[in-house]
């Protein structure tokens, strides 16, 4: 099992970040991978999720319109683009694989995570 989150950073409320999640093609194929963060004294929560053919994403309220989940088959790659970005943003965020559903939180797989900070 791989998964290699990469893309984190300090940023500037409003500005943007890419993270990108390099999976191991056992890890990732045909799978839904999904992208999670988890604040400071908070639970870890699910920000977005993809299908394996990228028809299907789901995102949390917090991410809608502002993030984009996507997918590169062919590099065995899951991507966040986060726009917008606020200081409640800040986070360690992680990448998933293989959730049951588009909206599971629970999935086989996680990744070690990668730390966003947003400052205001």
């Known amino acids: 099992v791989q998964l290699q989150a990469s893309g984190g950073g300090l940023v500037q409320a409003g500005g943007s970040l890419r993270l990108s999640c390099a999976a191991s093609?056992?890890?990732?194929?045909?799978?839904?991978m999904g992208w999670f963060r988890q604040a400071p004294g908070k639970e870890r929560e699910r920000v977005a999720s993809i299908n394996w053919h990228g028809g299907s994403k789901d995102y949390a309220d917090f991410a809608k319109g502002r993030f984009a989940i996507s997918r590169d088959n062919t590099m065995n790659t899951v991507f966040l683009q986060m726009n917008s970005l606020k200081p409640e943003d800040t986070a360690v965020y992680y990448c998933?694989?293989?959730?049951?559903?588009?909206?599971?939180?629970?999935?086989?797989?996680w990744g070690q995570g990668t730390q966003v900070t947003v400052s205001s």
């Open positions: 093609e056992r890890t990732f194929r045909n799978n839904i």
């Open positions: 998933a694989a293989d959730l049951p559903t588009l909206i599971s939180a629970e999935p086989k797989y």
